[in-house]
């Protein structure tokens, strides 16, 4: 499985951006697609993520500014980003699952797409 991503960049506080990433290297539509940031010195964390039954999951400091979405026919999954925060800088990678049940930090990698929240 291949995972791209796109969509990241500048924008500053309290500005929107919309992530997304799309798999390849797979017939069918993958068990969980989620997403995961790092910053410099720092272990990479878990945002949130979808699985194709429709179940998401995200972590609390961006529950009610975040909102992660699937289309299962084209395996592409989206990260809408409102309300940014300075916190928010990181690179954001894809995660991509193929089977159940959810392993955090399993699974395959997208390459990674900054995300810089700056005035």
């Known amino acids: 499985v291949q995972l791209v991503e796109s969509g990241g960049g500048l924008v500053e506080p309290g500005g929107s951006l919309r992530l997304s990433c799309v798999a390849s290297?797979?017939?069918?539509?993958?068990?969980?697609m989620g997403w995961y940031r790092q910053t410099p010195g720092n272990q990479r964390e878990l945002v949130a993520f979808a699985t194709r039954g429709g179940n998401t999951h995200y972590e609390d400091f961006v529950k009610g500014r975040f909102t992660i979405s699937r289309d299962n026919a084209t395996n592409t999954v989206y990260l809408q980003m409102n309300s940014l925060k300075i916190e928010d800088t990181a690179v954001y990678y894809c995660?991509?699952?193929?089977?159940?049940?959810?392993?955090?930090?399993?699974?395959?990698w997208g390459q990674g797409t900054q995300v810089t929240v700056s005035s």
């Open positions: 290297g797979t017939s069918f539509a993958l068990f969980a």
């Open positions: 995660n991509g699952q193929t089977l159940p049940p959810w392993e955090n930090m399993g699974g395959a």
